[in-house]
């Protein structure tokens, strides 16, 4: 993906979670399911929900 | 528990029969010696008696009760169990009144997700499913043991002691009369999820209790609605929980529905509460007409076991020696399963036809059934009833997503009972790698047509050997102690779902588990694998044969 395309998905979360108002969090896991299923490779995405793990704690800080 | 101004027991369909205690002659014999004493005439012990019977082996059946369990508990009997109940010659009663079933639904705030088929070939004798009350199945395995002449059954006789001698195990028997002491040779401990024997023993049960309880609940309603399994995942009814509705004979439903965790269990199961709870489940089936509300009880889901199965003469069958959650209803099913896989054992044993050793083989068997259960349930309780917010948030994910992608149902699959595989038991012999398909060593035999029966009809009460050349099955036949020969034709539906050659053959249990099969098969081999697979040592002139020890 070039990087407009990566902002086109960006934008398309950012706009899906606030369409979702109060069931945004399941909004987000269905993605994630559906994401993960489109990239039929299990590891990477293990891999991949391992990174998103990462630094959530940051954000405050930041 | 039943309504209010009813006694335990006082069922809207069922007359429950009262049992009394040895009388008259019957007491001359209580303190003889016994081959074989069964604590517990609940549907396990039973099952262990019949089998042992069918072997040709008597036993002493001792309960505390007067009558059968109170409740239809569990109700959902498996195609597996079928098996066993018609290998006990008892499956007509069950197939008159059982309601088969195929099919589940599940529904996610209303709406319907997911359809699911239970897979039910042409070549199955049975449905997967059969939904029966639990004192039907009670009911019809007593009528099976109340003709059998090789049982001794002995009602209100309450177990109350366990002593081991080193040949033989003591009990100590009281009844409305006396108090008694006998000896068995060996006894199976079926006395239910309390087992007294077991505590007795010194033993626990270890594992893991799991979130979530459910009130149970039947009521006699018109309702409407196939035989059908229905699972509400957050309902109107219950915001946040789940429930699960299935019809019984006698147009009797039974509604099984969570408890939230701040929910107090004791509130819960008051009447009134009860009510109001299956009124709610009701108005969101969409059931506006007249109900009786039956017979209610809690259930929570536990996966428990025993270290072993065996302790010395004595062992633990059924929920004496496991517990498990409801989902995926195994409770029954399985202990049905343990009750025969020591039957046949013991019954091999004390007639002669196995080696003492093959007893030892029980425990792992089934515990390794249970264990499997444990995995599959516990993936089932976290889908019913998540632990946590991850896993709730990520079960309505897959159930909201299941709506226009099929693949998020599998996720809500309820993982029904199969049978479990023994590939690692010491009773069967290891694979022949040359196979690809068929039913591997260790697993249930699958059922085909032949003739306008079953393959299942043709087995014998021993084991059985299945072959596709008449060569191969005359020099089995011509064997000493041959096993039973079904020789079938090689272009047979048999042949086609055992995925065998001419040449192959199937050695089976008398638990229609694969003990050995071969893709070229001999009379040897089949001679050398019996031999084994029921630890005997071959007859000397049985040269030709290599036997490991
Ligand atoms: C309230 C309730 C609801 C249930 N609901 C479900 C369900 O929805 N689905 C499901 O799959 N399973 C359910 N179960 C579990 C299911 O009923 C059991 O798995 C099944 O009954 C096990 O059979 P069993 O023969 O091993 O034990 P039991 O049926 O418990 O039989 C044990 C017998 O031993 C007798 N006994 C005990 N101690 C002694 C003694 N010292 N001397 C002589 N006799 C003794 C008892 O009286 C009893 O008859 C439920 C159980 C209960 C209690």
Redesign the interface.
Known sequence: MTAAEVETVYEALALGIDAAGGES??FL??V???LA?EIGDPERAVALIESAGRHLGDRAAA | MRPQGRAPTESLYFTYPHFDAPEGAARERLAADTRVAIVGAGPVGMVAALTLAREGVASVLLDNKATFNDGSRAICVSRSSFAILESLGAVAPFLDKALGWTMGRSFFRGTQILEFEMSDPASEKYRPMYNLQQQYIEQYLWDAVAREPLIETRWQSEVTGITDHPDAVELTVTDPQATYAFRADWVLACDGARSPIRRMKGLRLKGENYEGRYVIADIRSGHDYPTIRRALFDPACRPGGTVLVHKQPDDIWRIDYQLADDEDEAEALQEANVRASVAAVLADLGETGPWDLEWWSVYSANTLLLDEYRHGRTFFVGDSAHIVPIFGVRGLNNGLADGQNIGWKLGHVLTGRAGEDLLDSYSPERRGATLDVFANASKSARFMTPPTRGWT??R???L??ALD?P??GGLANPRQMTPFTYAESPAVLPDDPAFTGGAGVGSALPDARVDGGFLSDRLGAGYTLICFDERLAEGVRSLPDAPDVVCLAPDSEAATVLAAGPQAAYLVRPDRHVAARWTTASAEAVRDALARVTFQSLPDNAAAGTVEA
Do not use: P, Q, T, Y
């Open positions: 969090e399941l896991a269905k994630a399911l559906l299923r | 948030l990520m309505d994910a897959a909201s997503l992608h693949f998020a």
